[in-house]
């Protein structure tokens, strides 16, 4: 039939619109561009402002680059010459540009120079979510994802290998530089002296721009060597010097721990940090002081009427960590639900494990006296104290009646009888036991799991975070950030 009578929709994308739209109309309403676009609109710019100069060429609107930087990262976008792909292609990032187009190397420049303030906005588009209702502030969980650093593993050296690395680049610089002499002279009698010979294969052309990289380097490796010689380390990465071997779900891999301090609520990130301990412990109070800041900003009234939960699990756990939450700063702000791990189920060298009838559990304090009773009803009389790796411990024991006991052997096989030592910070993990023990202790503590478990999950499974593009500890600190207001803004 006839091109008129075909059953389609008429269609010609040619046709010139006389009123165009808002771009934002081509977008469906609850598209998540509109929801960044929103926030950020918000969002106070004066740090960024402040860094603009009067002079010279005007930079792109603030407002524009912290846009397209966070719909990227909550779309899993993360390089800047990907943003400037889809600046071409994709309404949403068009349509919160505004239609301009800054290139890849603009738009890398503005999160390089703003990554602090990245991480204030961070907190502002905190606050709106917390005006929203996302947030209750009640229990928050404290958890950490190890992070691949942006570093080949393979680039990590100690100071012998530095030392060889760079005599070896020595002597490349030597030949490069007798070749780099009889090519320049070789050029200028092919093309005369004035011409530039671009159409020279690139290597050839590049030798004098090759050499000045390479004596860069060897500039850049003795400044590593320095580093590793002012830090306790044995090995330090080329490519991040920061970074270190991290063990993460059963793997090791160059990298850094993630911390997050999740809500309940709706798993909101009230605070992030990033750090390159190889374990957990010494983030526990630190992160713990970021969220309480952070809750402060949130609401300047706060008066702490009900002490917030903070959630953890073992490894952040210590005798001095649970000290700390003692001070007078914590009092009635915080109160933790942090299990107690580590070396009280087994007791070193005896081999009584929680279950066994002579765990140091079974023995009985005597406050008046400072003395223990053992399960047969002997006592164990205060010996002296020692310090082990910072931390006080006291002994007791008994000389003269564990030898004719009819369970010597079983409880102890030490001549000298069964001594128990008690660390300072024992009674302050007992009573976190007895915590943990309750209904409303094990109730509290569950919604660690489904708290703190979908919001990490979320970040890796849905949103592909697994490393970090940038290198050094500050640049990264800002990245993850940047994540985490991506996944709050999803949420």
Wanted: proline letters at 4%.
């Amino acid at each position: 039939g006839s091109k008129m009578s075909l059953n389609v929709r008429e269609y010609d994308n040619k046709q010139l619109l006389l009123f165009p739209p808002s771009i934002g109309d081509y977008l469906p309403y609850n598209d998540l561009a509109h929801v960044v676009d929103e926030a950020v609109d918000t969002i106070d710019l004066t740090p960024y402002y402040d860094k603009i100069s009067n002079v010279g060429n005007p930079p792109y609107h603030p407002s524009l680059m912290i846009k397209i930087w966070f719909y990227g990262y909550a779309t899993r976008v993360y390089s800047s010459r990907k943003i400037e792909d889809k600046l071409h292609k994709d309404v949403s990032f068009i349509y919160l540009a505004g239609m301009q187009k800054p290139d890849f190397k603009a738009i890398a420049e503005f999160r390089r120079k703003n990554l602090s303030e990245l991480g204030l906005s961070f907190i502002e588009i905190l606050q709106i979510c917390h005006q929203l209702g996302l947030t209750s502030l009640g229990e928050i969980s404290i958890d950490s994802k190890v992070m691949k650093a942006n570093a080949s593993a393979d680039r990590t050296y100690t100071d012998e290998d530095l030392t060889k690395e760079r005599e070896n680049i020595q002597k490349v610089v030597e030949r490069y530089l007798e070749e780099a002499g009889q090519t320049d002279i070789g050029e200028d009698l092919i093309y005369g002296k004035h011409r530039r010979g671009d159409e020279l294969p690139e290597d050839i052309y590049d030798k004098k721009t090759r050499v000045q990289k390479i004596k860069r380097i060897q500039e850049q490796l003795k400044q590593v060597q320095e580093r590793l010689k002012q830090s306790d380390r044995k090995k330090i990465n080329l490519t991040d010097n920061d970074a270190r071997f991290q063990k993460g779900s059963g793997k090791v891999m160059l990298g850094y721990r993630a911390q997050v301090a999740v809500d309940s609520k709706n798993q909101i990130i009230v605070a992030n940090d990033v750090t390159n301990q190889e374990n957990d412990c010494s983030q526990l109070t630190p992160m713990a002081d970021k969220t309480l800041e952070n809750i402060v900003r949130l609401e300047p009234e706060a008066r702490f009427e009900e002490p917030v939960k903070i959630l953890a699990d073992g490894g952040y756990c210590s005798g001095g960590n649970l000290a700390r939450f003692e001070e007078e700063r914590y009092k009635g702000k915080v109160e933790p639900y942090i299990p107690y791990t580590n070396s009280d189920t087994k007791e070193r060298g005896k081999g009584h494990d929680v279950n066994s009838p002579f765990h140091r559990s079974k023995f009985i304090y005597n406050s008046e006296e400072n003395s223990f009773t053992c399960p047969v009803g002997k006592k164990l009389d205060y010996c002296g104290k020692y310090d082990s790796h910072g931390v006080l411990y006291h002994t007791y024991g008994n000389r003269k009646d564990c030898k004719n006991c009819g369970y010597f052997g079983e409880c102890t096989i030490n001549s000298k009888g069964r001594h128990i030592s008690i660390s300072e910070y024992q009674p302050l993990v007992d009573k976190m036991r007895r915590k943990l023990r309750t209904k409303e202790g094990k109730d509290i503590y569950g919604l660690r799991k489904i708290t703190v478990e979908p919001a990490l999950g979320n970040m890796s499974h849905n949103m592909g975070f697994r490393e970090f593009l940038l290198r050094g500890l500050h640049k990264v600190k800002g990245e993850f950030s940047l994540m985490c207001t991506a996944h709050n803004l999803r949420k």
